[in-house]
């Protein structure tokens, strides 16, 4: 028997008390209805302390409701965490890798310096002197450039990264010859970053992991007024950035 049904019972037994003493004992009227007063003030109290542990229960129960809730969501959140930097440390695995195997493709390139190799934050940015990669005033890749980009092509291959070649040119005016097809250094600096993708392409190397852009003379690494500078500036740069970082930059 629950509580609100001893109550009910409690106040039944105390009417029927009072009833009997009323009857049998001579008990007053006033004293008869003290006594039925207090049996109905302690069911109503009955009912109310009942009241109280039923909305008790119920937020308890919400409360434990509550909890496993959060507790769920804190494990949710901690095996999240761990996938991340598990993802995190695998790519960092990876783009170490690449990093030295480039460096070991091109070692002689990158200590005679026309080739440089820098790990940054987001990737691995490939800079290419253009004259181990084109004859002067040309678009079209030479025996020793296509050798040399095949070697690159060959460690980019077991990658997932996404490959973007720049042109950057210097600042001096197409020469009269060049000018019929590439009118400017933005066509000259497109043409050739397109000669190296399509390279890239034939070596295996999916369209989809591939942009080909021109910079033309818009981001000089050295001063175009004197021969040295100028030829610093013609390059060939290639930035390798994770399709991750690429697509979360995009949103």
């Not at 029927?16 to 109503?44: D, F, H, P």
């Amino acid at each position: 028997m629950n509580a609100k049904g001893k109550a009910a019972r409690a106040a039944a037994i105390l009417a029927m008390a009072a009833a009997v003493l009323a009857a049998g004992c001579g008990v007053s009227k006033s004293k008869y209805l003290e006594v039925s007063t207090s049996a109905e003030q302690l069911t109503a109290k009955n009912q109310a302390l009942q009241q109280s542990l039923d909305s008790a229960n119920t937020k308890s129960a919400q409360l434990e409701k509550d909890l496993a809730a959060s507790q769920a969501a804190a494990q949710a959140s901690i095996s999240e965490l761990k996938a991340e930097l598990e993802s995190t440390k695998q790519a960092t695995v990876s783009m170490q890798s690449t990093y030295e195997g480039l460096v070991g493709q091109l070692k002689s390139e990158v200590s005679n310096g026309s080739v440089t190799i820098q790990q940054m934050r987001d990737g691995i940015r490939v800079n290419l002197a253009q004259e181990i990669l084109f004859k002067s005033g040309s678009a079209n890749l030479d025996k020793t450039g296509k050798e040399l980009l095949a070697k690159v092509a060959e460690e980019l291959q077991g990658s997932t990264y996404e490959i973007q070649v720049i042109g950057h040119t210097d600042n001096q005016k197409i020469g009269p010859a060049l000018a019929q097809r590439y009118p400017t250094n933005w066509e000259l600096g497109s043409a050739r970053a397109s000669q190296i993708t399509r390279l890239f392409m034939d070596a295996g190397i999916a369209e989809s992991r591939m942009v080909a852009v021109s910079a033309a003379d818009g981001r000089p690494r050295a001063d175009n007024s004197t021969e040295e500078g100028r030829a610093q500036n013609r390059r060939i740069e290639i930035r390798l950035r994770p399709i991750e970082t690429t697509e979360a930059a995009s949103n």
